[in-house]
């Protein structure tokens, strides 16, 4: 299996349908030991339910928010694991109300809040996890094509996602000196639960299928299999990357 004795993370898992478990499968069925994110107490409850059964996979805490669980999840995981080789980030926000309507009207707050949660959070994660990463670790985070184009009601999240792909563009050149790589999956829309927060999401899955070059569905096990491919040694000459899983769609024009 390619990914045999390799352990990591992915921060942060709320259920089976999400694309974070999608990454967690796929990676445990290549042979990886995955530690599964949970973002408070009452999701780990969701968590635990979720890797019941399974084999070399455990539940962590961390709140990208809370800055004193971003201090203890180093801990957490060289007490578990001692050094891991890949770090998954799947985290991201938006109030509801900033998804809907104008970009314009977007607040002040619900500016800051996206672009904490869905970008700054890579940025303090991976400085929090850096001292438990081997040389050679893979880094992937979950953006859309949101972020290079003006999707309807996506609003200030196309903002943030095209901020986490700059801070991916810069931590890859932070932490290239060690040869860990870091790398963007960017997944054209997947019937996920908080993708249900995008409104006219089942028609933006229609016109994406109907259009794409492959012209067939995709989702969470292409979105896995991929980072499967980062988080091997299959990548090693792959860093600050955009990687889209959306059969082709972000090709097409006219």
């Excluded at 290549?30 to 999701?43: F, I, P, R």
């Excluded at 990208?64 to 770090?87: C, H, M, R, S, W």
Aim: one cysteine or more; glycine letters at 10%; hydrophobic letters at 40%.
């Amino acid at each position: 299996m390619i990914l045999e004795g390799k352990k990591g993370l992915v921060l942060n898992v709320t259920n089976k349908n999400s694309i974070g478990w999608g990454i967690v499968e796929a990676l445990h069925a290549h042979g990886a030991t995955v530690g599964v994110g949970a973002q408070n107490e009452k999701m780990l409850e969701r968590v635990n339910k979720l890797i019941e059964g399974y084999e070399r996979m455990d539940s962590f805490v961390v709140d990208f928010t809370n800055e004193d669980d971003l201090a203890n999840l180093p801990k957490a995981v060289e007490a578990k694991y001692g050094k891991i080789d890949f770090y998954v980030h799947s985290a991201a926000y938006a109030n509801k109300e900033d998804l809907e309507g104008k970009f314009i009207e977007t607040s002040r707050d619900g500016f800051a809040t996206a672009m904490d949660i869905s970008a700054y959070s890579l940025v303090s994660s991976c400085r929090a996890l850096e001292p438990v990463l081997n040389d050679d670790a893979s880094v992937i985070t979950v953006s859309y094509l949101g972020s290079t184009r003006a999707v309807g009601n996506y609003n200030v999240m196309g903002v943030a996602k095209a901020a986490l792909e700059a801070c991916v563009r810069y931590l890859a050149v932070d932490l290239g000196e060690r040869g860990i790589r870091v790398n963007t999956l960017s997944p054209g829309p997947i019937n996920t639960i908080s993708a249900r927060g995008v409104k006219g999401l089942l028609d933006m899955l229609k016109y994406v299928n109907d259009r794409a070059p492959l012209k067939r569905e995709y989702g969470q096990e292409e979105c896995g299999l991929s980072s499967v491919y980062l988080c091997s040694d299959l990548s090693k000459g792959v860093t600050g990357q955009i990687i889209f899983v959306d059969s082709g769609y972000n090709i097409v024009g006219l």
